[in-house]
């Protein structure tokens, strides 16, 4: 038997869930992180699912794993001190950078200019240089060049990026310096700049190769460390991480490439989501994943999450293929508060996180938070699954009270103003990936998952309009269901920059077919059979004279029937759906793209016992919550004991090991054939 681990490394919990590939079954837990070494609680982890499933690690042949390590060595500026070596004259690339300034109305006053990842210290320039179409101007000053490699051997960099002029379109000096750097500086790893990001604009060009060299010793020593303990552990099985963009590569491809792992972590969800709406029947769907400190939103459309071409962490935007996920500071950790000067009440950004915690948890924390809310309304009862964990409501209601003396209301109204506010602003992070993006709302259905997201997915379909509410089975690890679920994806860049009007389409093909087989050799050389590859394009499209592109993903079948007058034909419905208009400008193309993904998994989750529809089996007591303004009764049940086809009516509160559904009044809540919870607007479906 074929056995799969996801391994979803968190803050405060690292989540794991292991498949059994024929059979569908699967075991899951959480285990305490271990910042000072991830490994550490992944090992816990491994250890203890292990046991649980009554196997050993060496039975695992695939271990998935998404990971925040790079998001936090640039978010902490932890990454490496980055050497580059870049064109006569174009030493400032990093420095002056775009005329971009965040904030409104005279933001440039007090908005600190972020320091750039290649500090000019460790910048020299080369003489040399390739013109706009790739032919070489003026040969490659060796003698200079080693001088460089020298100059920042000894000046004690910990990774070098060479990223040249138009070496998107001729990279043979980048290689060439490469071969020095690699005689005079061994063991330093590179980045160049043609193999990480082949396409023009020479500063997102600059910036991505740069950050890719910043984290790669961290991801190094991460990767290395992983795998010597899965190794010592037992475990034989392929090592693979997940890409920003949802799909896998191998640890090996992640050690030179990892600034497509910055937003590694957050994918997991979506991966995960896409996997449950399949197996659920539902092909469209918003995602809520709320964490202690923030919450994730994505769009997925027909079972496709929608993709990006930038990843943004921090004030770090890299032109890699991304999750088109946003986040907001509102989570269970997020603290209310109310400002001196306003007098209004406010939730977040700032969190308690896992230390001190919320108030309720009982750890040092003395501000109240979301979680204190949830707990003062009832929405979290202080005594789960029989008493095996207890929350301190008493606590939670002292700390809750000092919003409601600051706003001069009763407690439970302050409480509510919280959540209100909490589930608001998810609402708002929710309308900026659907409305502003030209969705109706109304035509997906939202997914609660994460710790805390199940419980505000009710109250946040209200706001949106969009039903049903689905809180999925084991919603605290869908993220590792994620990482076990998706399939493994490679891509590779050419810009192209032609009008469509002037391009020859059996050229644009050619080109295509050319770079898809060189990605097809990539996943080949992983042991996947060349018959499970599937082969996907993309162009990015724009109108001439436009800065920026529009990019659209494409099979090869459709673009040989359709040509690319059916491109531009597409471009111009995204173009109206994403900004209300057209131009009567001719179309350019910019760049092209070869994806290759390895075979889909299909693994039908596994259907659940039917019931009666009745859920009483499953009733752990009756009990107590704030509803249209006073308190009302409700039930608690154990979701482990619901059975498909059960109808919840709300208020109602579902207990597990992993989170919390709660159903609103006025609610029903229906276990559909494989445990999802589905709820809808109406007491009776």
């Known amino acids: 038997m074929t056995y799969r681990l996801g391994v979803d490394v968190g803050g405060t919990f690292t989540d794991l869930l292991l498949f059994n590939q024929s059979t569908g079954e699967f075991w899951r837990n959480k285990t305490p992180s271990t910042p000072h070494d991830s490994s550490e609680g992944i090992l816990n982890g491994v250890t203890a699912i292990c046991e649980k499933a009554g196997i050993s690690p060496a039975d695992v042949e695939f271990f998935l794993h998404g990971t925040t390590v790079a998001t936090n060595a640039v978010l902490e500026g932890k990454g490496a001190r980055v050497g580059l070596i870049t064109t006569d004259g174009y030493r400032q690339v990093m420095q002056i950078a775009r005329s971009f300034v965040p904030g409104g109305l005279a933001g440039w006053i007090v908005w600190p200019k972020p320091v750039p990842l290649a500090a000019l210290q460790d910048t020299v320039e080369v003489r040399g240089r390739m013109d706009a179409q790739g032919n070489e101007l003026e040969p490659l000053d060796e003698a200079q060049v ?46 160049l700049s043609h193999e990480v990001l082949p396409e023009m604009q020479e500063y997102e060009r600059t910036l991505t190769t740069v950050a890719n060299a910043a984290v790669r010793p961290v991801m190094r020593k991460y990767i290395h460390n992983l795998r010597d303990s899965l190794r010592g552990a037992g475990m034989a099985g392929s090592l693979s991480l997940l890409r920003s963009d949802g799909g896998l590569m191998s640890s090996e491809k992640s050690e030179e490439h990892p600034v497509s792992l910055l937003m590694s972590g957050p994918a997991g969800g979506v991966t995960g989501a896409i996997w449950v709406g399949r197996n659920a029947g539902i092909k469209n769907i918003l995602t809520l994943d709320v964490g202690g400190t923030s919450t994730d939103v994505a769009l997925i459309e027909n079972l496709e999450a929608r993709r990006q071409r930038t990843t943004e962490v921090g004030h770090l935007s890299v032109r890699a293929s991304a999750l088109d996920v946003k986040t907001v500071g509102a989570g269970g950790g997020s603290i209310a508060y109310v400002p001196e000067l306003t007098g209004a009440l406010r939730v977040g950004p700032q969190s308690a996180g896992a230390v001190p915690g919320p108030v309720a948890y009982s750890k040092g924390g003395t501000l109240p938070t979301v979680t204190d809310a949830n707990v003062v309304l009832g929405y979290l009862p202080e005594n789960l699954l029989g008493g095996t964990f ?41 309308r900026m990936i659907s409305v502003q993006q030209g969705y109706d709302p109304r035509d997906f259905a939202v997914m609660g998952f994460g710790g805390a997201g199940p419980l505000h997915v009710n109250a946040v379909a209200k706001l949106m309009g969009s039903w049903p509410a689905v809180s999925p089975v084991s919603p605290g690890v869908l993220c590792a269901l994620g990482d076990a679920t998706t399939r493994m994806r490679t891509e590779t860049a ?36 060349d018959a499970d590859v599937t082969s996907l394009f993309e162009l990015d499209i724009r109108y001439e004279g436009q800065a920026f592109e529009v990019p659209l993903s ?103 090991m992993d989170s919390t559904t709660l159903i609103e009044a006025g609610c029903t809540g229906r276990v559909d054939h494989v445990g999802n919870i589905l709820i809808n607007l109406g007491q009776h479906l």
């Not at 207890?390 to 919003?403: C, N």
């Not at 050619?510 to 042991?527: F, H, I, P, S, V």
Request: aromatic share 4%; charged share 30%.
């Open 390 to 430: 207890k929350l301190d409501r008493e606590g939670a209601k002292k700390a809750v009270q000092t919003i409601a003396d600051a706003l001069g209301i009763g407690l439970m109204e302050a409480a509510r103003g919280i959540i209100d506010i909490v589930n608001e602003n998810m609402f708002g992070a929710l």
């Open 554 to 656: 494409i099979d090869a079948e459709v673009l040989r029937r359709d040509g690319l007058k059916g491109v531009t034909d597409r471009f111009d419905a995204e173009h109206k759906r994403l900004f209300t208009f057209n131009m009567d400008s001719a179309h350019e193309l910019v760049n092209l793209r070869a994806v290759a993904m390895g075979p889909a998994l299909d693994l039908p989750a596994p259907p659940l016992e039917v019931g009666n529809g009745d859920p009483i089996a499953a009733k752990v007591r009756d009990h107590e919550l704030w509803a249209d303004g006073a308190m009302v009764p409700a039930v608690i049940y154990d979701r482990a004991k619901l059975r498909a086809g059960d109808v919840i009516p709300g208020p109602a509160i579902v207990v597990e």
């Open 146 to 191: 080693r001088e460089a490699l020298v100059a920042l051997r000894d000046s004690g960099i910990e990774a070098l990026t060479v990223s040249l002029v138009n070496a998107y379109l001729n990279g043979s000096h980048e290689k060439r310096i490469g071969e020095l750097a690699a005689e005079i500086m061994p063991g330093i790893p590179m980045s």
């Open 494 to 529: 050419r810009s192209f920059s032609r009008r469509v009007d002037e391009t020859d389409e059996a050229e644009v093909i050619a080109l295509l077919d050319e770079m898809a087989a060189q990605t097809r050799a990539e996943l080949t050389a992983e042991g996947i059979s």
